[in-house]
């Protein structure tokens, strides 16, 4: 396999982080600004782990991020997370 060079400036890569609560990503993916592309797997979780990871949400423990492409103005894909 022959290696690709790529520009240093071939991509525009910003980070902006954001605390958003629950109840607004849920907005946002009910909403459509949040798609799950179909590259992702599909819902794994028994209900014992989501159950925990719910009890997390409550208890206001930190969960891991996620992280997003922006496909376009106001349009995000879940890329991770």
Not at 24 to 49: C, E, H, M
């Amino acid at each position: 396999m022959q290696r690709e060079d790529i520009s240093p400036g071939a991509y525009d890569i910003s980070i902006i982080p954001n605390d958003f609560n629950i109840m607004t990503i849920n907005s946002l993916i009910t909403s459509g600004v949040i798609v799950l592309p179909a590259f992702q797997r599909n819902y794994v979780w028994d209900k014992k782990r989501a159950s925990r990871f719910i009890e997390s949400l409550i208890l206001g423990l930190p969960v891991p991020q996620i992280f997003l492409y922006q496909t376009e103005r106001n349009k995000y894909s879940i890329i991770d997370g």
